[in-house]
């Protein structure tokens, strides 16, 4: 019986242990920026944020949001502002998103407020920004940035990330502090990242995705569970 139980809590182990397969990393940020969005009919690129010139895009129907499709995986993204019932999204509540990919080291945000150099999904706006895939995925290494180009521990005048409320498949999961990177964020099609920090912000530099595979040494211990299981039943009827 204590043979049982050593593979059995392997067995669990393993499951637990397991990486995405196929991982693939969708990079929003200009330093590796490896996406923008396929919808090209929905690109506002005169959007530069703080008066200057640059390549950032921005929604130009915002309840629309950016598509994007790397190595077979399909991913939508929108922004949303001023709601307070985060269970109950509609289309006029969708606010502009950017995707600010110069200089480096920004990503997506929400650009709602009158403010120009403003790329942050915010509190203070109620904001909100939403991610979901075509398939279910395990979302890892999220990269978080501060907005105007600086990262979570080096936050500039855009103040800092804070904390967001995380909800994946509409059902709320945690509220939790944005770090330079979050190494796993869950496992869903459809995250919803609500800003709820005074005063902060933050963007989403990139993120890696991936299918959950059945790990290789499961199907050996689970074989080897029923193997035991049926010597057991032998040695009994002996």
Known sequence: MKTLRYLAAAAIAAGFMAAPANATTFVFKGDGLNVTPTNV????DSCATSGGTSNDLCTIDDAEGF????????????AYAGVSDFDD???????RLIQDINPADSGLGAWSETD???DQTQFDAMEAIRFVFDEEQTVTNVEFNAGGDTNCSTFGSEGPCGDFDL????????????????ALLGTGMDFLLVAVTEGAGFTIAQMTVGEVPVPAALPLLLSGLAG????SRRRKTA
Do not use: R
């Open 228 to 231: 035991l299981g049926f010597a």
């Open 167 to 182: 909800y994946i498949d509409g059902a709320f999961i945690a509220t939790i502090t944005a770090i330079d990177n979050i």
């Open 116 to 118: 120009s150099s403003d």
């Open 41 to 44: 009919g929905n690109v506002d």
């Open 89 to 95: 999204l509609s289309a006029n509540t969708a606010t």
């Open 67 to 78: 598509d994007y499709s790397l190595e077979g995986v399909d991913l939508n993204v929108k």
